[in-house]
């Protein structure tokens, strides 16, 4: 199958400072990935769908000013967690694909001290 | 928003054992894939079931859909211990790519 990395596997940060993740699609082209948040034993949450060349479609209660989510390109799509703070320590994972098989990511982890 | 409830929450059995898990959806959907998660990864895709198809082989694994139920399950035969992880079904609606995922199940195999 296709393969989707992620970049980078694990951050910590301090509160305030903001956070830039990277998801590619390695071998083939993407014109819309996903990012997802998944908390511990939790199911996997969508987010936000990130389209390239235009502005990214947020799901119900996300705050798109606080996660930016840019797509610059067919094969990359990034999500920076502005003025992070711990409540927004979670797993991150992106994905792309076909409507009928998504590739994900390997995940990122996220901690806010 | 979640639409796929699983069940069991978890599951423990003993290797050679298989494991059945199941999950409900609530909407119309345009298929149905199960995916893997092995602690702190990301997902792997498993099997796709259609929405007009009923049954499902792929290896150990067999998927059944019932429409009329909106239910679907999922079953590992002969079960390993690299079979331990947490599972999850997923659907989409006709023409969307987006994917609601189910709670999930955790699945132990023991040695």
């Known amino acids: 199958g296709a393969v989707v990395s992620q970049h980078p596997s694990r951050v910590i940060c301090k509160s305030g400072t903001s956070v830039k993740i990277e998801c590619r699609s390695l071998?083939?082209?993407?014109?819309?990935m996903f990012w997802y948040r998944q908390f511990p034993k939790k199911s996997l949450m969508l987010m936000a769908t990130?389209?390239?060349?235009?502005?990214?479609?947020?799901e119900q209660g996300v705050e798109k000013d606080k996660f930016l989510i840019n797509h610059a390109s067919l094969t990359l799509s990034t999500l920076t967690v502005t003025s992070a703070h711990p409540e927004d320590s979670s797993f991150y994972i992106c994905?792309?694909?076909?409507?009928?098989?998504?590739?994900f990511g390997p995940g990122t982890r996220l901690t806010v001290l | 928003s979640q639409q796929g409830e699983e069940d069991p929450q978890a599951l423990s059995i003993q290797e050679g054992e298989n494991a059945t898990m199941n999950c409900s959806y609530k909407?119309?959907?345009?298929?149905l894939q199960w995916y893997r998660q092995n602690s702190g990864r990301g997902l792997v895709h498993l099997i796709l079931i259609r929405s007009n198809e009923r049954e499902k082989h792929s290896g150990r694994l067999r998927v059944t859909l019932d429409t009329s139920k909106k239910s679907s399950s999922l079953l590992i035969t002969a079960s390993r211990a690299a079979d331990t992880a947490s599972y999850f079904c997923a659907t989409n609606k006709p023409n969307d790519y987006k994917l609601s995922f189910g709670a999930g199940t955790t699945v132990t195999v023991r040695a």
């Open positions: 909407t119309s959907i345009n298929n």
């Open positions: 990130s389209n390239e060349g235009s502005k990214a479609t947020y």
């Open positions: 071998d083939f082209q993407a014109t819309t």
């Open positions: 994905s792309a694909g076909r409507v009928d098989e998504q590739f």
